[in-house]
């Protein structure tokens, strides 16, 4: 039988994997990227992260998030 994972506990994973996404940026930074990840626009989110991490780490972000 198969195992059964309530919505709480798949949420639960992506925040944590978030968080270890996020860990290398200082706390002021990464309290801002959260924020815009809560409120993602794809077009303005997207320009805002790179102005903030920069081109690279936005890029490698998104594939992470897409990933999940």
């Known amino acids: 039988m198969g195992e059964v994972f309530r919505p709480e506990d798949v ?3 992506k925040k944590t994997l978030l968080k270890r996404a996020l ?3 200082s706390p002021g930074v990464r309290e801002a990227v959260q924020e815009i990840l809560d409120s993602w626009d794809e077009v303005k989110s997207k320009k ?6 920069g081109e690279e780490k936005t890029n490698r972000l998104l594939r ?3 990933s999940i």
């Open 23 to 25: 860990r290398d940026l």
């Open 64 to 66: 992470l998030i897409r």
């Open 11 to 13: 949420v639960k994973g």
């Open 48 to 53: 805002k992260l790179e102005r903030i991490i």
